[in-house]
């Protein structure tokens, strides 16, 4: 199995839309040849495609303005079928079998659900069926919903040990500032690290059938750089750009991947689960998790928020409430809250293998 040759590709509505907000059939068509020379090429692509609500609501004749959250689901789930649907017939015509992959945050957030996730993408890959990844829209709810499918693509592309994250949008990459607002704003062709200044570049979504604008794709190229995928945001106007940057061009922003990347299980605890509760730590610890990279010792527990049992995913953040680490908590809530009243020297609460350093989760979050 070659994992060098796989490649992400997420189309967000306003890619796949025309000015109607209704699915652009020639867009679509242009996007399957795309990808068909891809697999042609020996490339396994993943295509991560927004558009179930844009396409429900132009079947219902809906309009977006105003719509409940169940209203959007409804119109998910008659979109979902319509969008598949088109995708198939274009597929088939070009000798392609697909598979639908609908996920929510809550599937990737279960470590054995996510297990089951990459093996089910690995035999669709092996065996040449192109997977067309969404949220599953219908059931994903507020608080644990991606909303957009940016982060959705990046962890994708992470799961899949991906080489490549393409993300097309109606915009020809990042630039210095929103240029909605900013007629000066200039295009930044490259970037190194996704830090606090870059975030700054980027404002919300510019179309009204996008949801998450430059910030999403903010987020998710910082996930995938620390999954050691390297992310294109570029114009998805004309498709075939995808060929192009698999060929090894850089149209729009290039987010190279981290020299620091993470291995699998660690990009899971870091960007794929939910932490279930927070430890609270004090200065020595700090210093043991952050520059000496030492596992996490009771001793260095100060307080405990949340009830979990021993094997969650636990935060772990500094006395300002600054979450710096994420990790597998050995002991349950219960025995933690035990153990810090006496503490005992030397036990473990997470092991270093399990336990993930990152200084600015929150630019992870979208
Ligand atoms: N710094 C920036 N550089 C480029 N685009 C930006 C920036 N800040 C905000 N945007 C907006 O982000 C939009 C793309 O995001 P979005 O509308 O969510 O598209 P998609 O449906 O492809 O996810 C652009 O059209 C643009 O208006
Ligand atoms: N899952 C939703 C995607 C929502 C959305 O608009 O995402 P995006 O266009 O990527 O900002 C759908 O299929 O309509």
Redesign the pocket.
Same mark, same amino acid.
């Given at each position: 199995m070659d994992h060098c040759q796989r490649i992400v590709i997420k189309i #967000? !509505? !306003? =890619?796949l839309t025309d000015s109607k907000g209704l699915l652009d059939d020639s867009r679509m068509a242009a996007l399957a040849d795309a990808i068909t020379e891809l697999l042609r090429r020996g490339w396994q692509p993943v295509l991560v495609s !927004?558009g179930a609500v844009a396409a429900g609501l132009g079947q219902l004749g809906w309009h977006r303005s105003n719509l409940t959250m169940p209203e959007r689901q409804a119109a998910a789930a008659v979109g979902q079928g319509l969008l598949m649907e088109k995708y198939n017939d274009l597929f088939q015509a070009r000798g392609i079998q697909v598979g639908q992959v609908l996920l929510t945050k809550e599937d990737l957030a279960h470590r054995r659900r996510y297990l089951n996730a990459r093996n089910t993408f690995n035999v669709l890959l092996n065996r040449q069926v192109l997977p067309i990844v969404n949220e599953n829209d219908t059931v994903a709810f507020a608080e644990i919903r991606f909303g957009?499918n /940016?982060t959705l693509s990046a962890l994708v592309a992470g799961l899949v040990e991906a080489a490549l994250l393409v993300i097309l949008? /109606?915009?020809d990459g990042?630039?210095s #500032? /929103?240029?909605?607002k900013d007629p000066q *704003?200039r295009l930044i062709p490259v970037v190194r690290q996704v830090d606090e200044n870059i975030m700054q *570049? *980027? #404002? +919300?979504? +510019? =179309?009204p059938? #996008?949801? +998450? +604008?430059?910030r999403t794709k903010l987020a998710a190229a910082r996930i995938a750089a620390r999954s050691g995928v390297r992310t294109v945001v570029t114009c998805g106007k004309d498709p075939s750009v995808i060929l192009a940057v698999a060929a090894g061009e850089r149209p729009g922003t290039c987010f190279e991947p981290s020299p620091r990347c993470l291995r699998s299980r660690k990009q899971w605890i870091a960007f794929g689960s939910v932490a279930r509760g927070t430890l609270t730590i004090d200065r020595g610890a700090v210093k043991a998790l952050t520059e000496d990279n030492k596992s996490l010792l009771a001793v260095g527990v100060t307080a405990v928020k949340g009830t979990f049992p021993a094997g969650s995913v636990v935060a772990v953040e500094d006395d300002r409430g600054i979450e710096l680490a994420r990790g597998i908590s050995n002991l349950s809530s219960d025995d933690l809250k035990l153990v810090i009243k006496n503490p005992q020297r030397g036990l473990e609460v997470i092991h270093r293998d399990w336990l993930v350093c990152e200084r600015s989760f929150s630019l992870c979050q979208s």
């Open positions: #967000g !509505s !306003s =890619s !927004s957009d /940016d949008t /109606d915009i990042l630039y #500032g /929103d240029p909605r *704003a *570049a *980027a #404002g +919300g979504s +510019g =179309s059938v #996008g949801t +998450g +604008g430059m």
